[in-house]
């Protein structure tokens, strides 16, 4: 149509750790705020650090082995602050959705249709 403007997200490459013993899915608040993510929720929160209130985010990821950029909720918290190398964490909320291989070896992580 004729002067409707056409969404196109913007790709920024995040590093993720897939982690099958979290339960949902988390973003670090500053990488949040650096994305502008907008906020859909808060809610309590329990992780290894004990029980906080944290904002929920709403993001796409791009999954290339899907060809899929779906929404996602990510949980705020603290990792930049904890000197962690990733920025998001994919636990199994997310990941049973999936099959998921990983190479020991090499690191490498493949995510396919189950």
Known sequence: MAGVPTFRPTLKRV???ID????????DDTQAHTLVLPVADEDWMSSV????WAAIYVARIYI???NR?????????????GNQWHRVIM???FLRQYR???D???GAVEIVED
Do not use: D, N
């Open 20 to 27: 099958t013993g979290a339960g949902g899915e988390c973003i």
């Open 15 to 17: 590093r993720a750790l």
């Open 100 to 102: 998921v291989s990983y």
């Open 104 to 106: 020991g070896g090499t």
């Open 49 to 52: 650090g004990g029980r906080h």
């Open 69 to 81: 950029l779906p929404f996602q909720r990510f949980t705020g918290v603290k990792l930049e602050e």
């Open 64 to 66: 290339p082995s899907l």
């Open 91 to 93: 636990g199994r909320k």
